[in-house]
């Protein structure tokens, strides 16, 4: 770690490098290595990406044994502290959590409102320590993660703090979860000063079927944003205008936001 302008930190394992230039997430015990070796092996591999952080460098010691990584420094916050959400953001969490899966085979395994960084450009996945990427990894997984994030950002209630007993995997509590957000009693109303820019029940639905439609064979990003267009359209839902910015290949940065009081 010497070397390193370190002026401030973050939480646990994450510091800020210069006048919030970068973050630097280190190892901090010896349980931690295999963790930060994924996410370096995770963000090589999705450089580039429009809605995963970048990877700016690794760090080593004199014996080249590695001991953290940084990233640049984003300007935003998390979804966990936000109460004023747009359809975009979830859209966009969707499509990526498509990219990992499907183009690159990659389980993020922890999509939840703390690893997501959102402001007026956009949402940035964080915090691959968890990903693994296995050929016959549950494709699932990170599409259950994405509805029990819209979930907890919508009723500020965190899933976690619930006592649910033993599971034998956190694959198997995750299912748990979106089984019981699900359910007919599950109740998903606003939690006070939340807001969205559109219908956040008909955002819940929209999440609900692609969750079902991208265990097809024949799925593709495309073709169910089309689809999910047609029925805006035809239905009348508040969707229509979210859809509506969405390119045939990705989701474009936040177009026409309504300013929430």
Not at 35 to 50: K, M, N
Not at 123 to 143: H, N, R, S, V, Y
Not at 165 to 170: L, N
Not at 179 to 196: E, R
């Amino acid at each position: 770690m010497e070397g390193l302008d370190i002026t401030g930190a973050l939480g646990a394992g994450t510091l800020v490098l210069g006048q919030w230039r970068s973050v630097y997430k280190h190892v901090i015990a010896e349980g931690d290595v295999n963790s930060v070796r994924r996410a370096i092996y995770a963000l090589q591999c999705l450089h580039g990406h429009p809605h995963i952080v970048e990877l700016d460098g690794i760090v080593v010691d004199s014996q080249q044994r590695i001991h953290g990584y940084t990233m640049p420094y984003i300007p935003g916050g998390t979804l966990e502290h936000m109460s004023v959400f747009h359809v975009a953001w979830f859209l966009q969490l969707a499509k990526t959590v498509d990219d990992l899966n499907f183009r690159h085979n990659i389980i993020h395994g922890d999509i939840f409102p703390r690893n997501v960084i959102a402001s007026s450009a956009g949402i940035k996945l964080i915090d691959f320590g968890w990903a693994t990427m296995e050929p016959g990894a549950c494709k699932d997984f990170d599409a259950d993660c994405v509805l029990c994030t819209l979930y907890e950002c919508m009723t500020k209630r965190r899933l976690a703090d619930r006592s649910w007993g033993d599971y034998s995997s956190t694959k198997d509590l995750y299912a748990r979860w979106v089984q019981d957000i699900l359910g007919v009693d599950s109740d998903w109303s606003l939690a006070q000063g939340v807001a969205f820019d559109t219908n956040s029940i008909e955002l819940k639905d929209l999440l609900c079927r692609w969750k079902v439609e991208r265990r097809k064979p024949c799925y593709s990003w495309d073709t169910f944003i089309y689809s999910e267009r047609e029925m805006a359209w035809t239905n009348g839902s508040s969707l229509k205008a979210s859809l509506d910015s969405l390119s045939d290949h990705t989701v474009e940065g936040l177009v026409g936001l309504k300013t929430l009081a």
